[in-house]
């Protein structure tokens, strides 16, 4: 186990995909009373290396996902919109990238779904 959140529920999915990044270094970790503070941890030291990350809160946080390929990236909803996340720019300067904006606001889909496929080449989503 990578955290200690005693007093609080576990908002860790464990049967969620793509937890980890592309090389197993990183994992995402949602800590808090509802899980709204999201963070992302080093795998073998369970340090927290970036605080305060977006998309891991709200209904669609289970769909949160790293890039099959890039370890630096990682795609999250807001609304309507499908946001990319690159990582190796921060800190200081974080870059999020709409990716495309979706006639309706996107749904989760579960977070045991696929969200991308093994290439990086295809993402999937529901409205």
């Known amino acids: 186990r990578l955290t200690n959140t005693m007093g609080f529920r576990n908002q860790e999915d464990i049967y969620g995909h793509h937890w980890a990044n592309a090389n197993g270094t990183l994992v995402f970790s949602r800590q808090g009373i509802n899980g709204e ?22 209904p669609t946080a289970i769909d949160i996902a790293w890039d099959a390929i890039d370890r630096n990236v990682y795609y999250y909803y807001s609304g309507s919109d499908l946001i990319r996340r690159d990582l190796a720019a921060q800190p200081p300067q974080l870059i999020d990238t709409i990716m495309k904006t979706f006639p309706a606001p996107l749904q989760p889909n579960g977070g045991s779904l696929n969200t991308q496929d093994r290439s990086g080449q295809y993402l999937y989503g529901a409205l």
Request: charged fraction near 15%.
């Open 37 to 58: 503070i999201g963070r992302i941890l080093s795998t073998t030291t369970g340090q927290v290396i970036y605080d305060d990350q977006p998309g891991m809160s709200g």
